[in-house]
């Protein structure tokens, strides 16, 4: 498939035809790599990195709620 660079403002662009973006699940706003391997110019969808459960935790710096939880008193027949 060819595509014509055109004029975007103070940039070049080109048109992704959406039938690829479908394709791939890209959407407006979605953030893209774009890279240069000799003499050509690579665009793809950057992997997520996993995060660990621990990770998230020391990377929160909000309030702590815990000590706002309360186990309140049984309303039927609950057993504690």
């Known amino acids: 498939m060819e595509a014509r660079l055109q004029k975007w403002g103070n940039s070049d ?3 992704i035809p959406s039938s690829i973006l479908k ?4 959407k407006t706003n ?3 790599t774009i890279e240069q391997i000799d003499d050509k110019i690579i665009i793809s969808i950057p992997k997520k990195k ?3 459960l621990e990770e998230r935790f020391n990377n929160f710096h909000g309030e702590n709620l815990s000590k706002d939880f309360t186990w309140d008193n049984p ?6």
């Open 75 to 80: 309303i039927g027949r609950e057993i504690w």
């Open 30 to 32: 979605d953030i893209l």
């Open 50 to 52: 996993k995060i660990s």
């Open 13 to 15: 662009g080109i048109r």
């Open 23 to 26: 394709s791939l699940n890209i």
